[in-house]
């Protein structure tokens, strides 16, 4: 099992940062990558961003591109979240999750593992 807690959220304006930090421990020699999810009042979760522990290599939605960035401390085996440039739109519960392989990496359905979320919320 891998445990993953998520902090960093909170209430910021329009054109702000924050900066979201997701720890992992457990078994965390059995996950490949780490991704951010969002899941904003009435709708789906969907894909932020991901990294690979190992080659780190990034993923980004397009709605983000440009003005979040993930990176990995390997040795904390902690991720982060980078969101500048804040949207409204971006207003949502943050998910942290890993996963065991590279399939699918951009996919809710294929992590294993969640955090429990935290809020970011965007005012405009």
């Known amino acids: 099992q891998v445990q993953l807690v998520e902090s960093g959220g909170g209430l910021v304006q329009a054109g702000g940062s924050l900066s979201l930090s997701c720890a992992a421990s457990?078994?965390?020699?059995?996950?490949?990558?780490m991704g951010w999810f969002r899941q904003a009042p009435g709708k789906e979760r969907e894909f932020v961003a991901a990294?690979?522990?190992?080659?780190?290599?990034?993923y980004y939605a397009d709605s983000v591109k440009g003005r979040f960035t993930i990176s990995s401390d390997n040795a904390k085996n902690t991720v982060y979240l980078q969101m500048n440039s804040l949207k409204p739109e971006d207003t949502a519960v943050y998910y942290c999750a890993a996963k065991r392989t590279l399939l699918r990496i951009t996919s809710t359905d294929h992590y294993e593992y969640w955090g429990q979320g935290t809020q970011v919320t965007v005012s405009s």
């Open positions: 990294i690979t522990w190992s080659a780190g290599t990034t």
């Open positions: 457990g078994r965390t020699f059995s996950s490949i990558a």
